[in-house]
């Protein structure tokens, strides 16, 4: 399959704001915002130069998404998450955007909680089960599964997941998988529970029927 060619691209706007978009036709689409029909962003702030623009090769559509979400989010953290908006991130309300990035950004330090940039499943929902395992604080370990990775993830950072990891913070998303259909997930869980028990000890890892004992 013949890969797609994208543009992605920073906007530098008026009054310190900046807008992060794609397209395949940079040209065209620059001259929608400067014209202040582009986005609801951009009719705000009118656009005053392009700071980045960089082309790329695509798989897909999605993967291009996903790319322009993470650009989006590491432009938040550096130029302040109520300047920027972008990708999936175009709530131009700052209240309304909070509830949409609050699960991987955290407003208040204004950096991204967790990286996983290649994971294509993060943004939406996954129609497989995704296990996932979180290196945490004190030498301990999570194993879960989720069709909400993105989510899933979110409230374990965000201290508001099982008492596990609100006692023992996460540090780092370690690996994740996909079990597509119909395998069972439960069964490749277990697999990889006993074996980090195995490696770890029991009393560090908590995962499936491990899961309410603190």
């Not at 979400?69 to 309304?96: A, C, I, S």
């Not at 330090?109 to 604080?137: M, Q, T």
């Not at 913070?169 to 074996?195: G, S, W």
Request: charged letters at 30%.
């Amino acid at each position: 399959m013949d890969k797609i060619k994208i543009t992605l691209y920073v906007l530098e706007l008026e009054k310190g704001k900046y807008y992060v978009g794609q397209t395949s036709m940079p040209t065209f689409r620059y001259a929608e915002h400067i014209a202040s029909v582009g986005s609801k962003w951009t009719k705000l702030y009118r656009a005053k130069a392009r700071v980045v623009l960089e082309e790329r090769l695509f798989e897909s559509y999605e993967e291009a998404k996903l790319y322009e979400n993470w650009l989006t989010l590491h432009w938040m953290q550096k130029k302040g998450w109520r300047n920027v908006r972008g990708g999936d991130f175009l709530k131009v309300e700052d209240y309304l955007l909070q509830r949409d990035i609050e699960h991987i950004f955290d407003v208040e330090a204004n950096k991204i909680r967790y990286f996983v940039p290649s994971c294509k499943y993060l943004f939406g929902i996954s129609s497989d089960w995704i296990i996932y395992v979180l290196e945490l604080e004190n030498g301990k370990y999570y194993i879960g599964s989720t069709k909400h990775l993105g989510k899933a993830l979110g409230k374990h950072f965000l201290g508001k997941g099982i008492d596990w990891t609100k006692i023992n913070k996460p540090i780092r998303v370690l690996t994740y998988f996909d079990v597509p259909m119909p395998n069972n997930y439960v069964e490749a869980k277990l697999k990889l529970l006993k074996e980090h028990v195995a490696y770890y000890g029991m009393e560090n890892i908590r995962g499936g029927n491990f899961e309410r004992k603190v």
